[in-house]
């Protein structure tokens, strides 16, 4: 499933079917990762989904949790997010209906905050921020860093260091969190990507010295790695637009940027 094998996924569990075993949810999950690793298209990994979905309460699975988060989980990699959104509303619908043994979790919601991450409709803030209080409202749901990562990945790729800062404060304050090397880095990212970067390169440095600091405290989860590293570099070449872009550093600047920011390897390729 991970390597995105659909066809040997599906045949797998067309072979089931033929020795009458009758593949569970599980199965059919699997089948429908392979789908949304398998670099099909759009609209064929979304209406294979549903039809796989569909196949399984035919087969008598029944509706089940696990399906509606892969079939989600498609719908976010696409920015499909009113799609997730209304996929979540029939889970609602089938769990109050009794077709469902649980309801929508914080898996299912977070692929919703992904989903409005990548989409470009601009009202994709309000709509994410709006999703994120009602699961922080919600008694059933317990708010984990993926979903908080969620919220974090809307501000980081549309540059709205702010708000992304301000979010790394809730996770670093909070009690039952705590923060990994991709938080740090979506941060980041939220610099070099902001309108108004002038200060990036500072931002981003204060950042990660602030990694290391919690590392040394004991968070191994937030060793910087290269992904973080070329992000910094990132920031600091996006606050001074006359240096030109990374691909115009020379060897001698790559040197120095590496003493700066004390790593050995150069991060990008």
């Known amino acids: 499933a991970n390597a995105g094998k659909v066809g040997s996924a599906e045949r797998l569990l067309s072979r089931l079917h033929d020795q009458s075993l009758k593949p569970d949810a599980y199965s059919y999950g699997a089948t429908i990762k392979a789908l949304k690793n398998s670099g099909k298209s759009k609209d064929i990994a979304i209406a294979r989904a549903k039809e796989l979905a569909q196949s399984l309460e035919q087969n008598g699975g029944g509706g089940n949790e696990i399906i509606f988060a892969h079939r989600l989980s498609i719908l976010a990699k696409f920015g499909l997010a009113q799609q997730a959104e209304n996929l979540l ?131 191994s989860e937030v060793e910087p790695d290269s992904v973080c590293y070329a992000s910094v570099i990132r920031a600091k070449q996006a606050s001074q637009p006359s240096s030109g872009t990374i691909s115009d550093l020379s060897d001698f600047d790559k040197v120095q940027l590496m003493r700066e920011l004390q790593i050995e390897t150069w991060p990008f390729q």
């Open 89 to 219: 509303k029939e889970m609602d619908h089938k769990h109050k209906l009794g077709d469902l043994k649980q309801g929508p979790g914080i898996i299912h919601h977070t692929a919703i905050l992904n989903a409005w991450a990548k989409t470009d409709d601009n009202k994709a803030i309000p709509r994410a921020e709006a999703l994120f209080e009602k699961m922080k409202d919600d008694p059933t749901l317990d708010l984990d860093l993926a979903a908080y990562h969620g919220l974090l990945l809307n501000y980081a790729v549309r540059g709205m260091s702010k708000k992304a800062r301000r979010l790394l404060q809730v996770i670093l304050d909070s009690d039952t969190l705590s923060p990994n090397r991709n938080t740090f880095t979506m941060v980041i990212d939220s610099y070099s990507r902001s309108s108004s970067n002038a200060n990036a390169g500072l931002k981003a440095e204060e950042l990660l010295d602030q990694m290391r600091e919690l590392q040394a405290a004991g968070n």
